[in-house]
Structures are given as C-alpha cells and as structure tokens.
C-alpha cells in the first residue's frame, strides 16, 4: 500500500466514524449493504454530517461563513479531485464515481443556509427546504445504489425523494421540541398556520408522512438485492420510530425526544432479513 492508498483508506475511515458516531441506525442499516455501497454512503453522510453540525451546534461562530467555507471546499474538491479534509476527499471521490450532480450537492447546501434565517416555514419554503436537505440525499444514495444503470435511476428518482422525505419528516416529528424550544423552528405548515400542535394537525402531518413512506417502498422493492436489504431496515427503524410517534399525545412530543432503543433496532433485524430474501416486502 503506497501512501495516497494509505490517505485514502484514512479518509474512508473517518466518514465512517463519522456516521457511526452520530447514527446508531442509520450505521447499522449501513452495514448491511454491499462493500463498495456501503463506503460510499459513509461518504455521502459524513458531507450531510459537517454541514448538520454547522447549522445546529455551532452557535458561538459564523455559521454562514463557515457553511460558505464548507460548500466552496466541496466544490474545489469536486474540481482538483482531492481534498485535505478527508471527509470532503471521501465525497469527492463517490461523487465522481457515481456521477452524483452538482446540481444536487448545491439544492443541499442551499437548504443548509436556510436553516441559518428560517423559523417558521410555509408551504412553499418547506418544500423547497425538505427538497434540498433530505430529497437530494436521496438521489445521491441513489446513484450509489443503482450504479450507471441511467434508465433505472429515472424510474426510481420520486421513490428515493420520497424516502428522503419520510425520514426527514419523521425526524422533525421526534425533535419537535428541540427544534421549537431550543432553536425556535417550526417545519411543519400545518403548524405555522394554526400556531399550536394538536391532534388534528398532528393527523395531519402523520398523514403526509404515511404518503411518503408508502410511495417510498415501491422503490425499495426495486433496488439491487446488494443495497435492498440496507435500505429496507433503514426504512424499517424509521418506520418503527412512526408508529411510535403516532402512538404519543402531542403535548408528550413538545415535551420528550422519543427513542426506540438499540436492542429494538437490532431485533428488527431477523424478520426483515426474512422479508428480502423472500421477496415479502
């Protein structure tokens, strides 16, 4: 091994520290994926990782100066094809081998920013931001997943969003009251609108959630065996962590972050192993 194999093999690594370090599912969903799918995603996440970090942890800085750092760096690793920031070295290389679009690493950090002077989001702004900081990691996954196959990644493009989508969704469900007391964000239009959180618009948001994750698994059932069964226990703890959700009173959501614990996760396991080798999705 020469040194540039050593460096490298050192940036891959740190991704996926990076992504088992900040999500116990979605590292263990991530596992369960081919070797060469599974690298790659580990790059894509450590990328979403940096720019999460900036825009909801990193109070006492600039945040818009360093989210302009961190997308002209990604980009000028985009261009040279190597980075010193090993994490945006690990993104460059998968996006270059997966044909992975400017166009969408851009929508995405373009979301990031609106995380810096958005509070309250209306239909409009809501969709474009679930767009950019879910949908388009989606897409990008997506790529990895399905390779150069063009043709399929056309057919399978509103399914990956929709997944995108639904995990995002879910995650502003759960973090209601971090994101409302802590940060003073409200996502949901539903409750913009009607400024309060009760059943009804509760319904209402389960609702649109309900659509995506359906929409979602028709795509999961057409995915290459080696990134099927990955992808479907991430949509299992997600889906999982929905019903959970679903099953709290609104006034519990503003109050607690729900969790379903690691050995829940890992039980999932057997049963949706069963489901994909059997095609029972």
Known sequence: MNNRERYEKMALETSRKTTRIYSTSFSLATR???????????????LVRLADEIVDTMHDMDKEALLNELQEDTFRAMRQGFSLNPILHSFQR???????????ITAFFDSMRMDLDHKRYDPMT???????????????CLR??????????????????SLGAAFQKVNFLRDLKEDYFEKGR????????????????????????EKDFQHALGGIRRLPFS????????????????????????????NHRIRISNLRKVGLLPMTILRVVFDQI
Not at 126 to 140: D, H, K, P, Q, R
Not at 187 to 205: G, L
Request: no cysteine.
């Open 186 to 209: 409200l996502y949901f239009p539903a409750m913009a609108e009607s400024d309060q959180f009760n059943q009804a618009v509760k319904k209402t948001i389960e609702s649109e959630i």
């Open 94 to 104: 998968t996006a270059h081998r997966f044909h992975i679009k400017l166009e969408l």
């Open 227 to 254: 990134a099927r069964l990955g992808v479907y226990i991430a949509y299992r703890y997600y889906q999982t962590l929905f019903r959970v959700l679903k099953r709290t009173q609104p006034h519990i959501l503003f």
């Open 144 to 161: 990895v997943f399905v390779g150069p196959d063009e043709a399929r990644i056309v057919q399978l493009e509103d399914h990956a969003r």
């Open 32 to 46: 369960l994926l081919g070797s060469t799918t599974r690298k790659a995603i580990y790059a894509i996440y450590g």
């Open 126 to 140: 809501y969709s474009n931001y679930v767009y950019g900081s879910a949908e388009v990691v989606g897409l990008m």
